[in-house]
């Protein structure tokens, strides 16, 4: 088999140890951690923003569509190919360019792993705050494109709040720098229109971020509750007296006893759900916010409410949160995680609803929710090689998404609405505000070459989760293992076997 | 008032009644922008009432601002036309509040203070401290990104706008967001919005997420000798755990004019740093005790002042020119951006170059965060252009930059307000022509004449 005469010209351009072509090397490109479509035609790993140019230019000659890559772990479908094209891989693009304490901000290329950059400036007292369950993998460049969120950013904000500003690469193939190094640049707010784009708009080639101090305390509490609807009510009870702890996560019984089984983080297996709270801050007030927060907790009948006394217990619970997605893989050939957003205050509804969808359509749902900032991660187990049970499994998730659209919601928090709920757009957006989207992004992307397919509703389709096309194919089940396969799949792109 | 009778004056009462629609030459030039008068003011007091207001001005290339009390009206280019003022005053309701969610849908006209008010009963605020204090409208707030010294702890509206309605010079009301706190659904559009001055569409709703108010509040107030003073306490209080509601350095005439009235012996003639903190009663008497013991380090004495001066003087502080004007002449408001460490230098560059100038200038630095606002006084008005030149100058040479917020219009004939455009100039062009493909809005007033 021999290259292409794209390909030809792509190693011409940016080396031939930096393509990648055969079949065998491209399949590994055709998912990312929802799903799979096609593989690419080829994928380039530039290591500087002219190489990106130069792709870019390549791709406008010969027309065909071009779709970043960070880590591979977006749950939306971000990276993963709809029509054929080139995939830029930003996996040797990792270094941190600058870390400028005295400035409170860093610059990153997009390859950076999030977690390394906290772990760069933790030595100075520092870290990056946004903290998704995949920092472990996933890069700042896909946090940007997906605008990210994480346990923390329930009182910190999500990642369009923690960057300043963005060097980009066009469809064009020109580059601009957008917003600055500081607050304010005169100008339109260009840095928060392109966070959260979900690579559409440009390839982001470096980011500067704002660095947060890290707090002086930490109290990481563990209520366990005997009914669900406890657990619910206290995120309710907790918002409405103001008190916005660091992170509020709930999990319920069925993901606890996987989780529990997979980490043995310390979990109670015999228990509904329970909330993870984290208060961070000045100790005085950690001190009289855990208190708080305890009452709060009793009085909506928490069985029992534990403080992580060492730093080890705290870490022990936290991974057992982090690692959620995984070890319910464990217990499920597959699972389909969902990700909705709805008034914090209709968590209890909101639960008793998912639970009457699963019994309907006859399947366990574990729940994994961001429940401070009303973030729902309704996860369905099932079987990928039950046809019929992944048409349920669909069913089940569009219902539970239509529910948040009408609660008021969002139909995406944090995963982004990629390959997979372009066609539910029109759920929650108007066609006049549509149209107005449509209209920035051809300012952007005028020939559509940029990550075709995504975000926006093709208008061929009505209303349709986008989830089938993976039935089958693996779909969720790369997840299964609990491992990130796209990281295995990377190490194959940064690292040594290349041709 | 004068009955609409002819030309825009008339095609608008057809869409908003006659009774909206003012052709009063005295009250028309109320609403003066720049020196420029418009043909009429349309109060519309609906989102729809807007959109059909702009797409008839489209229709008829008629050039509308959108106003309410104008207090940020000063920034930007002079107008390249202005036909129609179109007021959102009518617009003050609250849509849909959520105290217990802590989310809210209000309508651009309503003014900041009575918003405060009305949140006040379930102890929530929006945390914005903006120049033009009460008066300033949640629109006009959004329009400018305009922000204060609370934006050390709270960020600025771009952080707590969770969803936006906008009106569009085709007719249209576009949504965009919603009323979660998390939402990753579709393009952005409220970021572009927010700090658009007016150029791509009209607010006419804004959501946002709503915070508790802290418990207490503290200020102190540290006489300060020199910058490099003010500098190392600065820097060790962000290298403390603290995390202070807001820090302020008043330099220039800044102390003198704008420090509290009770003031000790000699604080007039140094610096001054300005710290609040807030929470619990013990988290505050923490402020207390280690903002003492970081000045002590610095050479310097922290005083506590009462809330009943502090309060005021924080509000006279964060709208310092409105503070200022009724008893000085005031010729211009600046204000410079730039990373945090260069923010203490360039307040002195600044004061040094107003001096060449023959110029006076009150310095407040919102040090924590880099950003400077300088009220000029009593500077020549043929000697404006050259101080904003090297004011600008000193800006950029140490990283930052430098928009003119407010200056005699006659002025702006020799001066860009908003300073030279970027490489992202050109797609911001392309956003402009997106929203506002007729150009009505607020022609010519934005960067790179936008
Ligand atoms: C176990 C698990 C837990 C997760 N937890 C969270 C969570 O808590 N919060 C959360 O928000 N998400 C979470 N995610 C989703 C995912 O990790 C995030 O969306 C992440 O930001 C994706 O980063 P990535 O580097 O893997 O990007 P990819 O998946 O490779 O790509 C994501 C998108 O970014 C685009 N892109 C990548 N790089 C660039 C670039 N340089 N320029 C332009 N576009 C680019 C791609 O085209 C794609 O559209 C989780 C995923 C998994 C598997």
């Known amino acids: 088999m021999h290259p292409s005469p794209l390909v030809r010209e792509l190693e011409r351009r940016v080396g031939r140890e930096a393509v990648l072509w055969r079949p065998e090397d491209l399949m590994l490109y055709e998912y990312d951690a929802l799903s799979s479509r096609r593989a690419p035609d080829a994928v380039v790993f530039p290591t500087s923003t002219e190489h990106v140019v130069e792709i870019m230019r390549l791709a406008n000659r010969e027309r065909v569509p071009v779709v970043g890559r960070g880590a591979g772990t977006s749950l939306s479908g971000g990276p993963v190919v709809a029509e054929g094209g080139i995939v830029v891989s930003f996996a040797r693009m990792k270094k941190i360019l600058e870390i400028d304490i005295e400035n409170q901000r860093a610059r990153v290329q997009p390859g950076v792993v999030n977690l390394d950059l906290s772990l760069a400036v933790a030595d100075a007292g520092y870290y990056y705050a946004p903290d998704p369950s995949s920092q472990k993998a996933c890069t700042i460049g896909g946090n940007v494109a997906e605008n990210s969120g994480g346990p923390h950013t329930l009182a910190y904000g999500v990642t369009s709040q923690h960057v300043l500003g963005l060097e980009v690469v066009l469809a064009g193939g020109e580059v601009i720098h957008t917003g600055a ?267 559509g070459l940029l990550n075709p397919g995504k975000v926006l509703p093709s208008g061929k389709m009505c209303g349709e989760l986008r989830i089938q096309v993976s039935m089958g194919s693996g779909a969720s089940t790369s997840a299964v293992n609990g491992r990130l396969p796209s990281r295995r799949r990377e190490r194959v792109g940064s690292g040594g076997g290349l041709p | 008032m004068t009955t609409a009778t002819q030309g825009a004056a008339a095609e608008m009462a057809a869409i908003v009644g006659e009774s909206r629609v003012v052709t009063d030459p005295a009250a028309r030039a109320g609403y003066a922008v720049d020196g420029e008068t418009p043909q009429c003011v349309v109060y519309a007091p609906s989102a729809e009432q807007v959109a059909a207001v702009l797409r008839h001005a489209a229709d008829r290339r008629l050039a509308v601002i959108p106003v309410r009390n104008l207090t940020k009206i000063g920034l930007g280019q002079r107008p390249r036309a202005y036909d129609v003022a179109l007021s959102l005053k009518e617009m003050n309701q609250v849509w849909y509040y959520e105290p217990d969610d802590l989310t809210v849908s209000v309508e651009p006209g309503m003014k900041l203070g009575d918003f405060q008010h009305f949140l006040s009963r379930h102890n929530l605020w929006l945390p914005v401290d903006p120049p033009g204090g009460e008066k300033a409208s949640i629109g006009g707030i959004l329009a400018a990104n305009a922000s204060g010294p609370l934006r050390l702890r709270y960020g600025t509206a771009r952080d707590f706008t969770i969803g936006m309605k906008i009106a569009t010079t085709e007719g249209k009301i576009v949504k965009t967001g919603g009323r979660v706190v998390k939402n990753v659904a579709g393009y952005d559009l409220a970021k572009l919005l927010i700090g658009s001055c007016g150029t791509l569409g009209v607010i006419v709703e804004a959501s946002f997420k709503l915070f508790p108010r802290p418990a207490q509040r503290l200020t102190f107030a540290v006489a300060v000798p020199a910058l490099g003073q003010a500098r190392d306490l600065r820097r060790r209080i962000q290298q403390s755990a603290l995390e202070p509601l807001r820090i302020l350095l008043l330099a220039g005439e800044a102390p003198r004019l704008l420090g509290p009235d009770s003031g000790s012996a000699g604080r007039e003639r140094a610096l001054q740093l300005w710290i609040e903190a807030g929470g619990s009663a013990a988290v505050v008497d923490r402020y207390a005790r280690a903002l003492d013991d970081l000045a002590r380090r610095c050479g310097l004495t922290i005083e506590r002042l009462d809330e009943e001066i502090a309060a005021p003087a924080w509000a006279r502080l964060c709208d310092a020119p409105a503070a200022l004007a009724p008893a000085l002449p005031i010729t211009a408001t600046l204000k410079a951006t730039l990373p945090i460490a260069a923010t203490e230098e360039f307040v002195g560059r600044s004061e040094e170059e107003a001096g060449r100038e023959g110029a006076r200038v009150a310095v407040l630095a919102q040090v924590g965060v880099g950003v400077t606002r300088l009220v000029v006084l009593e500077a020549e008005r043929n000697r404006l252009a050259g101080l904003v030149a090297r004011l600008r100058g000193a800006a950029s040479a140490l990283g930052g930059a430098l928009v003119v917020e407010q200056c005699p219009w006659e002025a702006k004939s020799e001066i860009d307000v908003w300073g030279p455009p970027g490489d992202d100039f050109e797609m911001m062009r392309k956003i402009k022509a997106a929203w506002d493909p007729s150009g009505v809005l607020s022609p010519g007033r934005f960067v790179g004449g936008l």
């Open chain 1, 181 to 447: 190094s500081f607050w304010d640049r005169p100008g339109y707010d260009l840095t928060g229109f392109l966070v959260g784009s979900e690579g559409t708009l440009g390839l982001v080639t470096e980011i500067t971020v704002r660095l947060m101090r890290r707090p002086e305390a930490v109290k990481t509490l563990l209520a366990i509750y005997n009914q669900v609807g406890d657990a619910t009510r206290t995120v309710a009870m907790l918002t409405a007296h103001g008190i916005t702890p660091a992170a509020l996560e709930m999990m319920d019984g069925v993901t606890l006893r996987a989780v529990e089984a997979a980490t043995g983080a310390g979990y109670p297996t015999d228990s509904a759900a329970v909330l993870l709270i984290e208060v961070e801050g000045l100790r005085e007030a950690v001190d009289e916010q855990a208190d708080i927060i305890e009452q709060v907790c009793r009085r909506n009948q928490a069985r029992e409410v534990l403080r992580a006394r060492t730093e080890e217990a705290r870490a022990r619970l936290w991974r057992g949160r982090k690692n959620a997605f995984g070890a319910l893989g464990r217990i499920s050939p597959s699972y389909y995680v969902q990700d909705g957003v709805i008034p914090r205050t209709r968590l209890p509804e909101m639960l008793d609803d998912i639970e009457r969808v699963a019994q309907r359509y006859g399947l366990l749902i574990g729940n994994i929710f961001h429940a401070g900032d009303g973030n729902l991660h309704p996860l369905i187990l099932f079987d990928s090689r039950d046809p019929a049970e992944c048409e349920r499994v669909v069913e089940a998730a569009s219902e539970i998404i239509a529910k948040c659209a009408e609660m008021g919601g969002s139909i995406t928090g944090e995963h982004g609405v990629g390959l997979e709920k372009n066609e539910l757009m029109p759920l929650i957006f108007s066609p006049d505000d549509l149209e107005m989207m449509r209209r920035l992004k051809a300012a952007w992307n005028p020939d």
